[in-house]
């Protein structure tokens, strides 16, 4: 064996895709080719979802259709339902009330088609995420509207009230902006599931359980809780050098694939400003990017051999924020977004038709010998126990 290691498989390609391109020493992504910042801002979620699936835009007969059939799925089974009240009332976290539910869309009728099945999670995630927050607040579900798109369509289920154009562009541009970013955690653990030709239903699920840790699912509340605590532009200089002193990290800063700024933020604080300036607060618009040049100021004074730019966390908190939407739901909303790259990638994977099959490196003992539980007892007494 090489001795070679990468572990945790640092900078080992484990295959080829056309879906997305992460380079992070130049900070640009693609998108099915698209540079993020071309598509993310004029795309529909719709046409994002589309693209990732078929490589190329859709008609204008073809949108159609597909809004059609994304909305047709929007609603969920008996059974999920009364599996999200059963977590409403335990009051278990959204990302594991979301994991749970989406196993359970294995129930809906037609499944076990791969590209069925992909269109059910994408319309059904929305849903559940919406159902779950209502449940959890004692409201009831809310049915599902057809006439709306897949981003208003979600904000219309989480509040009852059907949003302006201004907010339902702002998640838009939110959802397709995160909607794929290469082989992360998440990504790669559905199509390890799916290279063993098990379904779509159980590969998006285990993904939903890798988002869920904390190394992946990243940190967009506590990067806003940041710009809360500091309160004023005139503090962010002695907030930020005391928690950097104390060996703090700023949330929202460093990426560990970007080396220079996070292409995504760019997108997020272009659509963030365009929403601010149209009925938001531009007081908080304007006190968090006071925060993000000062810290970007101190971090470069205090480690001037690091590139810590600013990631896709800051402006993602900052955007759905002001689009109203709780700190509790940001990861989960990130599912609603990723599971189009998700389905996307399962789909891909299952054109190559080969098992993901990575090998380890044995460090364990060697040579041992069989000692039968009473020879064990005998040298325990012998020996005195350790408890």
């Not at 380890?360 to 040579?367: D, L």
């Amino acid at each position: 064996m090489s001795d070679t290691k990468n572990q945790g498989l640092e900078g080992v390609v484990a295959a080829t895709t056309r879906l997305s391109s992460v380079d992070g020493e130049a900070g640009e992504l693609l998108i099915a080719g698209f540079p993020v910042e071309e598509l993310a801002p004029r795309a529909s979620f719709e046409e994002t979802a589309w693209l990732l699936w078929n490589g190329n835009l859709p008609t204008a007969d073809e949108l159609a259709a597909f809004r059609r059939c994304l909305a047709g799925r929007r609603n969920l089974p008996a059974a999920t339902l009364e599996l999200l009240r059963s977590a409403a009332k335990r009051q278990v976290p959204t990302m594991d009330a979301l994991r749970m539910a989406a196993g359970t869309l294995s129930l809906v009728e037609g499944g076990g088609d791969p590209k069925e099945d992909a269109v059910t999670l994408v319309a059904a995630f929305p849903t559940i995420v919406a159902a779950y927050w209502r449940l959890v607040k004692g409201e009831e579900p809310l049915e599902r509207r057809e006439d709306l798109g897949h981003a208003a369509s979600f904000l219309y289920m989480l509040s009852g009230e059907e949003p302006s154009m201004e907010r339902e562009r702002g998640l838009e541009t939110y959802l397709n902006t995160v909607s794929d970013h290469g082989f992360n955690a998440s990504t790669f653990t559905a199509r390890v599931i799916v290279s063993t030709r098990s379904d779509l239903i159980s590969a998006i699920t285990g993904a939903v359980g890798a988002l869920k840790g904390p190394l992946h699912g990243g940190a967009p509340g506590p990067a806003l809780d940041m710009v809360f605590e500091i309160g004023a532009p005139e503090r962010a200089e002695l907030v930020l050098r005391e928690k950097l002193a104390r060996g703090e990290r700023l949330m929202g800063f460093g990426h560990r694939v970007y080396r220079v700024r996070d292409p995504r933020a760019d997108v997020l604080a272009a659509a963030a400003e365009r929403f601010y300036r149209n009925g938001g607060d531009m007081r908080l618009y304007e006190l968090a990017r006071s925060v993000e040049a000062t810290a970007l100021r101190l971090l470069r004074e205090a480690k001037p051999d690091r590139r810590l730019d600013t990631n896709v966390e800051f402006y993602t908190a900052l955007l759905l924020h002001g689009l109203g939407l709780p700190t509790a739901l940001f990861t989960p909303i990130f599912a609603v977004a990723r599971v189009a790259g998700w389905t996307a990638h399962a789909l891909e994977q299952l054109e190559t038709g080969r098992l993901i099959r990575p090998q380890s490196e044995y460090v364990g003992e060697k040579g041992r010998r069989w000692v039968a539980v009473e020879e064990r007892e005998a040298l325990t007494a012998a020996v005195g126990s350790a408890c």
